[in-house]
């Protein structure tokens, strides 16, 4: 068990409608990354944060967005959701940037 | 852009031999790299990682080769079971970021 979970497990939406996805870290680790992961292919880099502060973003639109709290709690919102955002969303804590422990994701489908 | 490549998208083995997965990277500032193993419906699951001021590493049943002339990385597991069958993963991190790419997969099937 890597001590980072992540809430829904599954979730619905329609294309056009704004989704947030949950995530809590370990406890002490001040870094979150967030990755999506398309079936059959490896986990895409979309942003991560440190101490709350955006620290690195991928190749994804701005609809994809972010927040972390003190708490060691993050979310990525993800907004005007189109079909292809169909994914596996996953978030990744780790001791600032150093190893990531992946929590089991939140599995996306847009219709 | 990066570049993590698998150099074979699926592995087969018997039960107790011993399985390697290849992988290329092509960025040369890379200077973390970590392999995961991911099961269907589950997060990828940290197994080993390596630094660029290494070339070998050893963990339980796995070591970890790295090659930086050629950029290569290669996840050796010793005795496969069959709680081995996954996907197995590489990432690595270039020095000038934080961010981590990740490859396609390697599918690794242990026949009983």
């Known amino acids: 068990e890597t001590g980072v979970t992540q809430s829904p497990t599954h979730l619905i939406k329609t294309r056009g409608q704004q989704v947030t996805l949950r995530c809590s870290s370990q406890s002490g680790h001040n870094t979150v990354s967030w990755y999506q992961q398309a079936l059959g292919q490896g986990p895409q880099f979309i942003f991560q944060y440190y101490r709350e502060e955006e620290n690195g973003r991928g190749n994804f639109p701005p609809r994809f967005s972010g927040l972390q709290f003190p708490n060691y709690s993050s979310e990525l919102n993800v907004n005007a959701l189109e079909l292809d955002d169909s994914a596996l969303y996953l978030c990744?804590?780790?001791?600032?940037?150093?190893?990531?422990?992946f929590g089991p994701g939140t599995r996306l489908t847009v219709l | 852009g990066e570049s993590v490549g698998l150099h074979l998208p699926t592995l087969s083995v018997q039960e107790g031999d011993n399985s390697i997965i290849n992988c290329a990277y092509s960025?040369?500032?890379?200077?973390?790299f970590i392999w995961y193993k991911q099961e269907s419906g589950k997060g990828p699951q940290f197994i080993i990682d390596?630094?660029?001021?290494?070339d070998k590493r050893q963990g339980q049943r796995v070591t970890v080769l790295l090659n930086k002339t050629v950029k290569h990385l290669s996840l050796q597991i010793a005795a496969t079971q069959p709680g081995d069958s996954a996907v197995y993963f590489c990432?690595?991190?270039?020095?000038?970021?934080?961010?981590?790419?990740f490859g396609t997969g390697t599918s690794l099937t242990v026949i009983p």
């Open positions: 960025n040369s500032a890379s200077d973390y």
């Open positions: 990432a690595d991190r270039a020095n000038t970021g934080n961010q981590f790419y």
């Open positions: 990744a804590s780790s001791p600032h940037t150093d190893t990531q422990y």
């Open positions: 390596i630094r660029s001021n290494m």
